[in-house]
C-alpha cells in the first residue's frame, strides 16, 4: 500500500514520529495540553480527513462545470487569445441554427436507442440466467466481465477491422448468410449502418457489466415468489416481467439513467470508427458524429473553446432531461406503486 | 439483509445461452489476437483468417519502433498514472470513508448527501474549462500536455468514498472503534490500526476497479496529452491509428500489449471485481 504513514493530524503526544510504543492506559487528564490535543483530534480531525475530497472534487470537478457556463458565454479561441470578452448568448443563439450540432444531437439519440434497448433487455435475460442454479458460476461470471475491463479504445480498433467492407469478418458472416453477397456493405458509408455497427460495440461492452448489477439485486428475490407464480402456472417469462423486474425495480432504474450518461457522452466508440480519427469528422458527412465529438473538434481542432463550451453544456442539459424521462418511465413500465 | 437461496437449477439450454454470450465477449480478444499475429496478406483473405499466426514479435518490434507514437513511453506513463491514481484514491477515499461511516462530527449527514450527488455529475461536460484551468496551473504552460493534468483530476472519486464508507459501516463494529479510542488511540492511529487490516478486501476490490478505469480513459488524455511526446497507452493506440497507412495487425499488436495489463488483473482478481460490482450495485 501506500507508504503515506506521516498523516496530517496532530502530533501524537508522548509519541515520537514513528516510535512504535503502545500508549495503553494514557487517559487525557482534564485541563492539559492533552485533553486540548484529544478535542482537537474528535472534533476536527474528521473534517481533515474529508478535506482532500472535497477540495480536489471542488476544484477538478465541480468548478469545471460551472467555469463552463462562464466560458460559454465569453469568446475564447485558442488560436487567437486577443478575441476575448462577454459574448452574451451568441454561442448559445449560434448553437440553434447550427446544422452540424443537430446532426450530432440526432445521431447520438439515434446511437443512445440502438444500444441501450437491446443492452438492457439482454442483460435482463443474461442476469436470469446467471441466477439459476449453475456449475462453474464464478467462471461465467468472470466471463462475461472481459468486455468491461477491455479498453474502449482497443475494442474500437478491433471492431474497425470487424466492419471493414472488403476483409471485414462481419461481412463474411453474413454472406454466409446470403446477406450482401454481391455487394458488401460498406458499414461506415450510411448513418443506419454506422449507428449499427457503433450500437453494436457499446452493447458488446456493456452488457455482462449490467448483467452483474441485475444479478445482485436479483439475488435478493425470495424463491416462494417464484414458486407460488410457478404453481400459478406462470412461466420463465411470465415470471421475468411479473416477477423479476418489478423487484429490481430500483437497479433498472439505476442502469437506465446510468447508460443514459454515458449513452449521450459517447466519445471513443465514434472517434476510432473513423478512418482518420484526430480530425473527430465521425465520417465524411458526419454520418455518425456524436455531440461529444463535435465538443472535440469545435474545442481543439476549430480551437473554438467558447462555442465548444456552450455545446457542453446544452449536452448537459439534455442529457439531464433524458435521464428524468427515462427515470420516470422506466418507474411506470415496472409497475408505478411503491 | 439475508441472503436468499438460488432458485431452479441451469438446463442444458442455459448453459448453452451463456457459453454463446461468453464466446460473443471473448471473441473481439481473440480476433485481435489473431489479427496481431499475422501478416498484411493473410489479412487480405477471402475466407478470413481465423487462426493465429505467426508474426507477433515482428509486430510488436515495428509498434515500438515506430516514429512519433511513443509506444513504450507510453506504457510507462499508463503505468504512473493509473498507479498514482489508485493508491491516491484507497487513501483519500479510505480516509473520508471511515470519517463518514465512524466519526461523528457536524454535518455529516448533509455532507454525505454531496457526495452522492457528485457521483451523478459527468465530470466529462467540464472538459473545455478543465483544460483552461490546467493551463492555468503553475509552471511554464501550465499542466497541459504533462502527466499531472491526467492525474490530479482522478485523486479522488466520489464512488470510492461511498463504496468505502459501505464497507467500513459494516466491516468495523463501533465497540471496537471506541475501545481503541478509550486506550488512548488517535483518529489516525485508530484508522491504521483497526479501519486499514479490516477493509482490505474492500479495497483491493476498489483498487482493481480504478485501475482498470484509469488506464482505459481516453477522452481526457486526449484532450490535453494529444501531439505531445507524452501520451498514455490510450492515447498512443489512437496515434497508431491514425494516418494514411495504417497497418491493422500493427494496431492491434499494440492494442494487445495495452490490453494485457487488464487482462492478468481480470485473471487474479475476477472474483473480487464481480463481488465488488454487484456490492456497489445492491446498496446504491
Known amino acids: ?338 | 439483509m439475508g441472503r436468499a437461496p438460488q432458485h431452479m437449477p441451469g438446463t442444458v439450454w442455459t448453459y448453452l445461452f451463456l457459453s454463446v454470450v461468453i464466446a460473443f465477449s471473448a471473441f473481439p480478444l481473440y480476433w485481435m489476437f489473431v489479427i496481431a499475429t499475422n501478416t498484411d496478406e493473410a489479412l487480405a483473405q477471402i475466407p478470413p483468417q481465423v487462426l493465429p499466426g505467426g508474426q507477433l514479435v515482428t509486430n510488436l518490434r515495428e509498434v515500438f519502433s515506430m516514429q512519433d507514437v511513443f509506444f513504450l513511453q507510453s506504457l510507462g506513463n499508463s503505468v504512473i498514472v493509473s498507479s498514482v491514481v489508485t493508491a491516491s484514491v484507497l487513501f483519500f477515499c479510505a480516509l473520508a470513508g471511515f470519517a463518514f461511516a465512524k466519526l461523528r462530527f457536524k454535518g455529516r449527514n448533509a455532507l454525505m448527501v454531496m457526495v452522492v450527488l457528485t457521483m451523478t455529475v459527468p465530470n466529462q461536460l467540464g472538459v473545455v474549462a478543465l483544460y483552461i484551468l490546467m493551463g492555468r496551473m503553475p509552471g511554464e504552460g501550465g499542466w497541459n500536455g504533462t502527466l499531472l493534468a491526467v492525474i490530479v483530476p482522478g485523486l479522488v472519486t466520489a464512488f470510492g468514498v461511498f463504496y468505502m464508507r459501505q464497507f467500513i459501516l459494516d466491516a468495523v463494529p463501533d465497540e471496537l472503534v471506541e475501545a481503541a479510542r478509550m486506550d488512548g488511540a488517535s483518529t489516525m492511529r485508530i484508522f491504521w490500526s483497526v479501519v486499514v487490516p479490516a477493509v482490505r478486501p474492500a479495497m483491493a476490490v476498489l483498487g482493481l476497479l480504478t485501475f482498470v478505469a484509469t488506464w482505459n480513459e481516453f477522452q481526457w488524455p486526449l484532450i490535453t496529452l494529444g501531439g505531445t511526446d507524452y501520451p498514455t497507452s490510450m492515447v498512443a493506440l489512437s496515434d497508431l491509428a491514425s494516418g494514411n497507412y495504417v497497418l491493422y495487425r500493427r494496431v492491434l499488436a499494440g492494442a494487445l500489449v495495452a490490453t494485457l495489463p487488464l487482462l492478468v488483473m481480470l485473471f487474479i482478481g475476477g472474483r473480487q471485481i464481480v463481488r465488488g460490482i454487484m456490492e456497489g450495485a445492491v446498496k446504491s
Do not use: C
Open chain 1, 1 to 338: 500500500m501506500s507508504t503515506t504513514r506521516a498523516a496530517p493530524t496532530a502530533p501524537r503526544p508522548g509519541q515520537e514520529p514513528g516510535a512504535t510504543a503502545e500508549r495503553r492506559g494514557r487517559r487525557p487528564e482534564p485541563g492539559g495540553w492533552r485533553t486540548r490535543l484529544y478535542r482537537f483530534d474528535v472534533r476536527y480531525v474528521p473534517y481533515l480527513l474529508i478535506a482532500p475530497f472535497f477540495l480536489l472534487f471542488a476544484v477538478f470537478g465541480l468548478f469545471p462545470i460551472v467555469f463552463n457556463g462562464v466560458v460559454a458565454l465569453r469568446h475564447w479561441r485558442l488560436d487567437d487569445p486577443t478575441l476575448t470578452g462577454w459574448a452574451g448568448l451568441e454561442n448559445f443563439r449560434r448553437l440553434f441554427t447550427d446544422d452540424d450540432f443537430f446532426n450530432a444531437l440526432a445521431n447520438t439519440f439515434g446511437i443512445f436507442l440502438l444500444s441501450t434497448v437491446p443492452q438492457l433487455l439482454l442483460a435482463l435475460i443474461v442476469a436470469s440466467l446467471l441466477n439459476r442454479k449453475l456449475r462453474a458460476q464464478t467462471w461465467f461470471r468472470v466471463g462475461v466481465l472481459l468486455p468491461y475491463i477491455t479498453p474502449v479504445t482497443a475494442s474500437t480498433l478491433i471492431f474497425s477491422v470487424v466492419f471493414a467492407r472488403d476483409t471485414g469478418i462481419a461481412n463474411w458472416a453474413l454472406s454466409l448468410l446470403g446477406i450482401g453477397e454481391t455487394e458488401p456493405i460498406d458499414w461506415r458509408s450510411a448513418k443506419w449502418s454506422s449507428w449499427i455497427a457503433i450500437a453494436t460495440m457499446v452493447n458488446w461492452k456493456w452488457i455482462g457489466y449490467n448483467a452483474l448489477l441485475y444479478l445482485a439485486a436479483m439475488q435478493s428475490i425470495p424463491r416462494d415468489v417464484y414458486e407460488a407464480a410457478a404453481v400459478d402456472g406462470a412461466g420463465p417469462w411470465r415470471q421475468l416481467w411479473r416477477i423479476t423486474v418489478p423487484m429490481i425495480r430500483p437497479v433498472v432504474i439505476f442502469t437506465v439513467v446510468l447508460s443514459t450518461i454515458g449513452g449521450l457522452q459517447l466519445f471513443t466508440e465514434p472517434m476510432l470508427f473513423d478512418a482518420n480519427p484526430a480530425l473527430g469528422l465521425g465520417g465524411d458527412d458526419g454520418q455518425w458524429q456524436t455531440v461529444a465529438q463535435l465538443i472535440y473538434k469545435v474545442g481543439w481542432r476549430d480551437l473554438n473553446l467558447g462555442y465548444a463550451a456552450a455545446m457542453s453544456w446544452a449536452l448537459f442539459l439534455v442529457i439531464l432531461l433524458v435521464a428524468a424521462i427515462n427515470a420516470v418511465i422506466t418507474n411506470r413500465l415496472g409497475g408505478g406503486k411503491r
